[in-house]
Every structure is written in structure tokens, then in C-alpha cells.
């Protein structure tokens, strides 16, 4: 959805996603294609066409990530989407950030923690959940840390949620 939320947090600042970093993102995507649910590789006509319909839908909140340093530079992405509204709840992905923008430790966990306050303080939610590739163990650790526990498994995927007091913010 279009949108005009931004939000800091430790040394990153999320902002909306523009039409100008569709194909920065697509190529992030497709380089780190392995740790996604979905593997295929991603064309710009794909791209384009995805971000039209996400332009159109009211419970999807994507952002690109930017250092403080350097708010022109992106260096990455992260969702809120899949938005219930009416239960506050909300799934939390899309997660992708580049490495050698952003090759500092912690960066993709201040992106997950960031997101997840924004859906608490800003959007008031309640529950966060998502989906992780078991074989990603990088990224469990990292949402494991964020406050995201596992509440269960499917296939090759890991369940996990968040709520309000499960976020640690240290």
C-alpha cells in the first residue's frame, strides 16, 4: 500500500518503498534467493508487476531500510503484510538486506525489531507471526533474539510469533 510511515531504530530508519527501489530490491532478492520460501528468480517485469499490486492492497506495509548515516542508500527490506486490522495482528517477512551496503553486525535485527515496534506502537497490533526456512538458521537466530519464539512447523518452515511483551529490546 502506499504509504508515508517511517520509522528509526538504533542505526537504521525504515521508509516507504518507492517505485525507484523495485529493481535494487529485485536484484537484492534474487542474489539472496536461497533464504526465501519462494526461489525462483525474479524478472523486472515481475517486479514491476508485483509492486503495482501491492500499490493496490491495504493490509501490505513494505519498507526499504536505510542507515541514519545515509538515508539515500538502500540497503534493504522488510514487510508488514497479510494485515488483520480487526484482530491486530499482522505477518512480519520479506526480510533482505545487503551485505555489502550493510556489512555491520545487527543490521537485519534492528530491520526486524523496528518493524515489529512499528506494528505495536504505530499500527497497535497485538500479534506478529511469520515463517522461516528451517534450514535458515541465521535467521532464526536473529528472530529468535528480536522476541519472535516458535510455535510450530510445517514442511520445511518454522511458525513464529511475537506479541507486545515478547519483544526484546536490548
Not at 11 to 26: A, S, V
Not at 30 to 47: G, P
Not at 53 to 75: A, H
Not at 134 to 163: L, P, W
Request: with cysteine; hydrophobic share 35%; glycine share 6%.
Amino acid at each position: 500500500m502506499k504509504h508515508q510511515y517511517e520509522f528509526d531504530f538504533g542505526r537504521i530508519c525504515l521508509k516507504p518503498l518507492e517505485k525507484e527501489d523495485i529493481e535494487p530490491l529485485r536484484l537484492l532478492r534474487n542474489q539472496e534467493r536461497e533464504y526465501f520460501a519462494t526461489q525462483h528468480e525474479i524478472s523486472k517485469e515481475n517486479q514491476e508487476a508485483w509492486y503495482k499490486s501491492y500499490l493496490k492492497k491495504e493490509d501490505d506495509i513494505m519498507f526499504k531500510i536505510v542507515k541514519k548515516d545515509n538515508l539515500q542508500e538502500f540497503i534493504g527490506a522488510i514487510a508488514l503484510y497479510d494485515i488483520d486490522w480487526k484482530n491486530k495482528t499482522s505477518e512480519c517477512g520479506r526480510t533482505v538486506v545487503d551485505k555489502d551496503k550493510a556489512p555491520e553486525k545487527g543490521i537485519g535485527m534492528e530491520a526486524t525489531k523496528a518493524v515489529c515496534l512499528f506494528g505495536f506502537e504505530v499500527l497497535k497490533l497485538e500479534k506478529i507471526v511469520g515463517e522461516v526456512l528451517k534450514s535458515n538458521e541465521r535467521i532464526i537466530k536473529v528472530d529468535q533474539r528480536a522476541g519472535f519464539y516458535i510455535v510450530g512447523e510445517q514442511g520445511d518452515m518454522y511458525n513464529i510469533e511475537m506479541t507486545r511483551d515478547s519483544i526484546c529490546l536490548n
